[in-house]
């Protein structure tokens, strides 16, 4: 069953996206050739309890960390290590925090240092790709209008779209119903109403769709050993249409002013 959040669970939901979109935006500023991925996950740890909230993956299913770091062929759900991250990598940050109850979700894909342009467009396309599928999520849409939405824009860039993984509803627990897929078909599944909040997060590789798991029993890589990107936002469908949760301060007032113009 999906939970349509009251005007209360709403405001919990804002405070928590802000909370994690500013962890989110530290972690994108601190991503430089050297610094290593324990150094980000041990950053964010510290955020997140510092502003009163949990780590909501510490535990999660016995996930060790309170970020995914997945670095170039590394899909989602990448351990935290010491190694220092090198110019040319691409590295994927997914965080949540649970905060009055109420969880936000958000990734970003972030350069090391200089990228080629093949890496670059696959990082650009993939939050172009997140963009569609958010102005999908409006009331009387369906669920298969997201998944189109964003299977429509990468496959013409010819990326493998990752199906072994989706986003989600988001609300007191990281995941609810329903699952979002990356790819569907317009007007089918379950019909989208207003106080839905939902976690949409693409995942494109340069080469093959399909994925493997590491013997860690986490870490997800692409087959081919091939690049993949991640961008992920929580939002909530209002009758306006939708508002992404996970924007700090900064990028709320940004787009506040933006559409006043
Ligand atoms: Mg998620």
Avoid at 40 to 50: E, G, H, Q, S
Avoid at 61 to 77: K, R, T, W
Avoid at 163 to 178: C, L, Q
Avoid at 231 to 240: F, G, I, K, M
Wanted: hydrophobic share 40%; glycine share 10%.
């Amino acid at each position: 069953m999906i939970f349509a959040k009251s005007a209360k669970d709403l405001d919990k939901m804002r405070a928590v996206g802000e909370l994690i979109a500013e962890v989110r935006e530290a972690l994108r500023a601190m991503v430089a050739p050297g610094i290593s991925t324990l150094e980000l996950n041990n950053a964010a740890d510290k955020m997140i309890r510092d502003a009163g909230a949990i780590p909501t993956f510490i535990g999660y299913h016995g996930f060790p960390y309170a970020i995914c770091a997945s670095v170039n062929h590394e899909i989602v759900h990448g351990f935290s290590k010491p190694d220092p991250l090198k110019d040319g990598d691409i590295i994927s940050l997914d965080m949540a925090a649970t905060y009055q109850g109420f969880v936000g979700d958000t990734a970003t894909t972030v350069p090391v240092g200089t990228i080629s342009e093949d890496l670059a467009q696959l990082i650009r396309v993939t939050e172009e790709c997140l963009a569609y599928g958010i102005e999908a999520s409006c009331v009387n849409n369906r669920i298969g209008d997201i998944g189109w939405a964003v299977q429509q824009h990468a496959e013409k860039f010819g990326y493998g779209i990752v199906r072994d993984y989706t986003g989600h509803g988001i609300g007191r627990n990281m995941h609810e119903a329903p699952q979002i897929p990356n790819y569907g078909r317009p007007g089918t599944k379950e019909k989208i109403r207003a106080g839905y909040c939902f976690a949409i997060e693409p995942m494109l590789n340069i080469g093959t769709a399909d994925t493997r798991t590491l013997s860690d029993k986490w870490t997800v890589v692409t087959a081919d050993g091939k690049p993949s990107a991640h961008a992920e936002h929580t939002l909530a469908v209002t009758p306006d249409g939708p508002e992404v949760l996970t924007l700090t301060k900064e990028q709320k007032s940004r787009q506040k002013a933006a559409s006043a113009t």
